[in-house]
T-cell receptor, first 109, second 115 residues
Framework: DAKTTQPTSMDCAEGRAANLPCNHSTISGNEYVYWYRQIHSQGPQYIIHGLKNNETNEMASLIITEDRKSSTLILPHATLRDTAVYYCIVAGSARQLTFGSGTQLTVLP | GAVVSQHPSWVICKSGTSVKIECRSLDFQATTMFWYRQFPKQSLMLMATSNEGSKATYEQGVEKDKFLINHASLTLSTLTVTSAHPEDSSFYIC???????????FGSGTRLTVV
């Protein structure tokens, strides 16, 4: 599975959009981009995933560049409860998920 | 939908005893489940892939005789930590792949403390 690179930590003001970047320059054509988050001492929570097109759901938007070498997760209106470690994972549809170090997002009041 | 229920949420056991952790898919069938371990301030590490009706596949460095996995039905996988020692203390998390729209869903995790 392709490796991902994420910033170690980010801060965001409450109510503002949080934009979390992820680089996956070695992604292959059949690999999806998945985003999960983990709040302290809980299991990871699914956020969104995509293959080529941008995706949006009730939680977030996923913007994937045309060359698919990077993506951005957007939380449109961050709240304090969005403070968590966010993981960007690249994997084939039938493959297990391999977690990297993720980005610690801290939403500030 | 697509809920994975994991029990217990926490357990404390004496060194040398065995502990069983259950992972159930509540509203879908999971032919494959995954078991992860997470030490403090670290990321999740895949331990093994649990396949219904067949033997589990273990990641390199994970002892199969110590971490027994049973996936006897399409909705239940169990991880038994045998002869637990303090170094086995960790956060254990299971996961199952949900078809199409949801990717993979995770249990809430089990905090194991071996004293």
């Amino acid at each position: 599975d392709a490796k991902t690179t994420q910033p170690t930590s980010m801060d965001c003001a409450e109510g503002r959009a949080a934009n979390l970047p992820c680089n996956h320059s070695t992604i292959s054509g059949n690999e999806y981009v998945y985003w999960y988050r983990q709040i302290h001492s809980q299991g990871p929570q699914y956020i969104i995933h995509g293959l080529k097109n941008n995706e949006t759901n009730e939680m977030a938007s996923l913007i994937i560049t045309e060359d698919r070498k990077s993506s951005t997760l957007i939380l449109p209106h961050a709240t304090l409860r969005d403070t968590a470690v966010y993981y960007c994972i690249v994997a084939g549809s039938a493959r297990q998920l391999t977690f990297g170090s993720g980005t610690q997002l801290t939403v500030l009041p | 939908g697509a809920v994975v229920s994991q029990h217990p949420s926490w357990v404390i056991c004496k060194s040398g005893t065995s502990v069983k952790i259950e992972c159930r898919s509540l509203d879908f069938q999971a032919t494959t489940m995954f078991w992860y371990r997470q030490f403090p301030k670290q990321s999740l590490m895949l331990m093994a892939t649990s396949n219904e009706g067949s033997k589990a596949t273990y990641e390199q460095g994970v002892e199969k005789d110590k971490f027994l996995i049973n996936h006897a039905s399409l909705t239940l996988s169990t991880l038994t930590v045998t002869s637990a020692h303090p170094e086995d203390s960790s956060f254990y998390i299971c996961s199952a792949r949900v078809q199409k729209e949801r990717g993979y869903t995770f249990g809430s995790g089990t905090r194991l403390t071996v004293v």
